[in-house]
């Protein structure tokens, strides 16, 4: 730690920033526009400007820039003095010269951070009176608007873009002093992270297409912490209602997850919640009609009273989707052994797989940010820019570190990011990505592998026995494969912070075994190895610690035993299993009950349908694929109709005894019990404080201290303004009533501060500026890898894959934009997302003719086009998952071919 003075006081502060994060970090205000904590500094909008004295007989000073200026012990600045002052203001008029005068109609206004740095600079009148210089806007997709005249040349876009997030359809062009940022042409943005955009700008340029489409003020907006639901990295995201409809999605920071940044599934793939397909009242099966009809709430009681008169045996299929309260309330419902996990038999098997590695250790379990700081990344199998698309981020950052030591090794400081980029110019960190189809990563590999999964499980466990002799030998590799066998090893067992990331999408537990034998012989060669493994959904992890059982087993359970009803919580199982399995499953059944958000197959199939709330209606816990519990809460009240699904199932229970005597009617309820029934999960109960909290005896609101038209936007029902609801399961409020001050960390659900109405007002909410918020950042593991662990090592190796005569080993191909069963609904990712098709090598597919073929798989016949890659394993197809228009089909698996 050093002593600086900062007009005349004097701090003790912590050299490793720049001067400007430790301004801000001191809680301090200093404009700035260039600067982002994420991107480092490159001084180029010298809007951040102080003045540093050489010594206290230096009355003075100099100006300089806080961005570009390290911090040394002694140092005396100051950031209020006339000269200073008047050079920031001045930086402001400039920029204001070719700056529209459109802030009341602009997306950005009212969270604009230039609109702040104006005012905080002084600056309030315009002198200039000559034409402003005009620019083109450009087609950017269906997810970024863009609005050029508004830029201030800040870099910041650019920099995100092309330099943290790898695209390279942006940039920046110049003639003259006319500066352009954009594309080279108009079209589609290619990265899936292009969403952050509308963030990082500290102007109106790039704003979120889908919030113009049905746009609200910020400080209209009703807002509550969530968690992404689309993925198992569990980003933490902020979801605004207005009008009773889900107005956009933004980040939420948090320095343990996704840091500033989500993806655009994340921040676009939320329209399934507004959506005509919402269900938003009981229907029952009418007996004259034979279709669904809307009932009210009694009937839904009174339908299960029947049911539970007759003192029937349920059985209940829970869903990786809905949260652990959720879950285990229908498991309560049904009994442990009647609840199923509906998920099928492969993928439970993968998720119980990775649980079981991720706890045995010995290896460290890293958060998502933590990945970031990996000097050295193997991949096997997992291509996670379209299954888990932050951590592509995380590792783009992690490829910088080994190129890291040299501006270290020379003392230029790493959050210098020009020097830092002239001094590493295109030198990666040891990165290897071994899968069956491209990745987006491969352009930072050093090498890549591209081979059936269980032939890259074999060269990864070959690397294991290379760095440990005990783990098991692989034989018969050829001369490359034995080359990048060492190549992998040396590199691993060089460096300071070896990762290894794995997954499930291959569904091979033979590659999460070798990732685990990886991390073993690294550690009985005295290394600290990480491994990150990737699962399927938003609870999967969750769902699995509740029950070991899976939907193939509630299959055969429903055929051979006596049932008489079903339970199905928002799942569609036409998505889990082939269709034929699934409508044997419900012929089994007297009564299906389905509690859903959405009209699907399922649905269509039940007798009594429960209206619940998505995540944005709803409150619980996920479990993410690292172990972390995560509170999301509902953003706004749905009506009396629409519960969450642990909600119903909880008054279903008490209305007909079957409570056990437990009190289930609050969230709290539902917590206590889960613990109580699996004390393991004791974390969950810790992630927040009781809805009984209070700061000075008043709850946390919701809305915004500047919402309006409460009471207008229900005049057309009643002149009066009506009672709000009252949340009785958290701390907040629905309303904008209560503590206006920096909640706990938990239930942050706008970034807001005084003269700080952009999201860069997260600065005030953190201990330090890029680090945890105050109190912590959200979220707890509920496990952790055993560090002193001896496991053993996984000994089957598989055999080298081998193609087959007119047969072909079918893997699933996932996409970022149309393999999630929701984020589909959303219409810009159903326009990105790829019509069916089928993947095969570029020499297969010569040996048929024309530019479709006819799949027969399962029995099944359908007609699909052809991609083709020189990459592709030969022997192999790859067939897109999730599609609509694609059918469920049983993967891994072997395919006929004609045509």
């Not at 910020?218 to 902020?238: E, F, Q, Y």
């Not at 959506?275 to 009809?293: F, H, M, T, Y």
């Not at 020009?418 to 069956?436: I, K």
């Not at 992998?488 to 075994?513: D, H, R």
Request: proline share 6%; glycine share 6%; net charge negative.
């Amino acid at each position: 730690m050093v002593k600086i003075t900062i007009d005349g006081n004097v701090y003790e502060v912590d050299p490793k920033d720049n001067l400007l994060q430790t301004i801000l970090s001191l809680g301090l205000d200093l404009p700035y526009f260039c600067w982002h904590p994420a991107l480092g500094s490159v001084g180029s909008c010298r809007q951040c400007a102080v003045k540093k004295y050489s010594g206290e007989d230096d009355q003075k000073g100099r100006i300089v820039m806080a961005c570009m200026e390290p911090v040394v012990d002694g140092m005396r600045i100051s950031v209020n003095a006339p000269e200073v002052k008047d050079f920031r203001a001045n930086i402001i008029e400039l920029l204001m010269t070719n700056h529209p005068h459109d802030c009341p109609v602009c997306d950005e206004g009212g969270e604009c951070h230039l609109q702040d740095v104006t005012l905080m600079s002084g600056h309030n009148y315009r002198r200039f009176d000559f034409n402003k210089r005009t620019h083109n806007n450009q087609y950017l997709g269906p997810f970024i608007n863009h609005e050029m005249n508004r830029c201030i040349q800040c870099y910041r876009c650019v920099r995100f873009y092309r330099e943290y997030a790898g695209g390279r359809d942006f940039n920046v062009f110049a003639s003259r002093n006319r500066v352009f940022f954009g594309r080279y042409e108009d079209g589609v943005l290619e990265s899936e992270f292009s969403g952050n955009l509308a963030e990082v700008c500290p102007t109106g340029v790039f704003t979120d297409k889908t919030y113009k489409q049905h746009f609200t003020r910020k400080w209209d907006l009703t807002t509550a912490p969530s968690i992404c639901h689309n993925c198992s990295l569990g980003c933490n995201i902020i979801a605004g209602e207005r009008y009773g409809t889900i107005r956009r999605i933004a980040s939420r920071y948090n320095g343990k997850v996704n840091g500033y940044f989500i993806c655009d599934r994340g921040r676009f793939g939320y329209e399934y919640v507004n959506s005509d397909q919402r269900i938003r009242e009981p229907l029952r099966r009418g007996q004259a009609s034979g279709r669904l009809e809307p009932v009210d709430r009694e009937t839904v009681f009174n339908y299960f009273k029947k049911i539970f008169d007759k003192k029937p045996r349920l059985l209940g299929i829970g869903s990786p989707k809905a949260s652990l309260e959720s879950n285990h309330a229908l498991q309560m419902l049904v009994g442990k052994e009647n609840f199923f996990a509906g998920v099928s038999a492969v993928e439970h098997q993968l998720t119980l797989k990775a649980i079981q590695i991720l706890k045995e250790g010995p290896a460290k379990v890293p958060s998502l940010r933590e990945t970031e700081k990996a000097d050295t990344v193997l991949i096997l199998g997992e291509d996670v820019t379209n299954t888990a698309p932050m951590l592509t981020l995380s590792l783009r950052q992690a490829s910088r570190q080994k190129p890291m030591e040299l501006p270290i090794k020379m003392n230029v400081p790493t959050w210098h990011e020009m020097a830092v980029l002239e001094l590493m110019q295109d030198e990666r960190s040891p990165f290897f990505v071994l899968t069956p189809t491209e990745t987006k990563l491969d352009d930072i590999a050093t090498a890549v592998y591209r081979n059936a999964p269980d032939n890259i499980a074999r060269l990864a466990h070959a690397v294991a026995h290379y760095i440990d002799s005990a783990a098991p030998e692989v034989k018969n590799l050829t001369e490359e494969e034995t080359e990048l066998v060492k190549q992998i090893a040396e590199n691993l067992l060089s460096a300071k912070q070896p990762l290894i990331v794995s997954g499930t999408s291959c569904l091979n537990e033979s590659l999460l075994e070798a990732a685990a034998n990886i991390t073993r012989a690294l550690k009985k060669r005295q290394k600290s190895p990480w491994i990150f493994l990737t699962v399927p959904e938003a609870n999967s992890v969750g769902l699995a610690l509740l029950d070991e059982k899976n939907l193939n087993q509630a299959i055969e359970k429903a055929l051979s035993d006596t049932y008489e009803t079903l339970i199905i919580l928002e799942n569609d199982l036409y998505r889990r299993i082939e269709e034929d399995k699934a409508n044997k499953l419900f012929d089994a059944f007297k009564h299906v009950i389905v509690l859903h958000y959405l009209h699907n197959s399922t649905t269509d199939k039940a007798n009594l349908v429960v209206p619940v709330g998505p995540f944005t209606e709803s409150d619980g816990t996920l479990v993410n694929n690292e172990g972390r519990a995560q509170r999301f809460y509902q953003v706004f009240y749905p009506g009396d109709s629409v519960k969450e699904s642990w909600r119903w199932l909880g008054q279903i229970m008490t209305e007909h005894g079957s409570n056990a005597g437990r009190a289930l009617s609050k969230l709290d309820d539902f917590i206590e019990a889960l613990v109580q029934d699996f004390p393991e999960l004791k974390a969950v109960k810790e992630l927040a404080p009781d809805a009984d909290f209070r700061i000075a005896g008043q709850k946390i609101p919701r809305q915004s201290h500047r919402y309006s038209g409460r009471t207008s936007m229900n005049a057309n029902v009643n002149v009066s303004e009506p009672k709000p609801p009252e949340d009785e399961d958290s701390p907040m409020s629905f309303t904008m009533e209560g503590y206006q001050g920096v909640p706990p960390s938990p239930f942050i659900s706008r970034f807001w501060y005084p003269g700080w109405n952009s999201v860069q007002a997260v600065n005030k909410f953190q201990i330090e500026v890029g680090g945890a918020l105050r109190g912590g950042d959200p979220g707890l593991r509920v496990f952790e890898p055993q560090a002193d662990s001896d496991a053993p090592y996984y000994t089957r190796i598989p055999e080298p894959f081998k193609p087959q005569k007119d047969q072909w080993f079918a893997i699933p191909v996932f996409h970022i934009f149309g393999s999630d069963e929701l984020s589909i609904y959303t219409p810009g990712v159903a326009e990105l997302a790829p019509k069916p098709y089928l993947l095969l090598n570029q020499k297969d597919a010569e040996s048929f003719k024309g530019e479709k073929v006819n799949v027969l798989l399962d029995g099944k016949q359908i007609e699909l086009p052809v991609k083709t890659s020189s990459s592709f394993p030969s022997g192999m197809v790859g067939i897109p998952i999730g599609l609509p228009e694609m059918k469920i089909f049983k993967f891994p698996n072997w395919v006929k071919i004609s045509g």
